[in-house]
């Protein structure tokens, strides 16, 4: 079974890619996927950064306080 079946996209995710007055999206599930995918990995990743910004600014804000 392919992995593009088993990859859970949500719909409003599907819907960026469906055009107006359309009910299909314009992209393959398969372009979809692996954008979702994309996505996916670039927000795990930027979790980290936004924890230690997040972390840092209440850190300068308890220290400016």
């Known amino acids: ?9 949500p719909a409003s995710f599907i ?22 995918e994309l996505c996916e990995d670039m927000a795990t990743m930027l979790t980290e950064t936004a924890k230690n910004m997040l972390f840092s600014l209440c850190e300068w804000l308890s220290i400016s306080a």
Do not use: G, T
């Open 1 to 9: 079974m392919s992995d593009y079946n088993q990859i859970d996209i």
């Open 15 to 36: 819907a960026l890619f469906v055009a107006p007055y359309r009910q299909k999206p314009s992209e393959s599930r398969h372009v979809v996927a692996d954008r979702y």
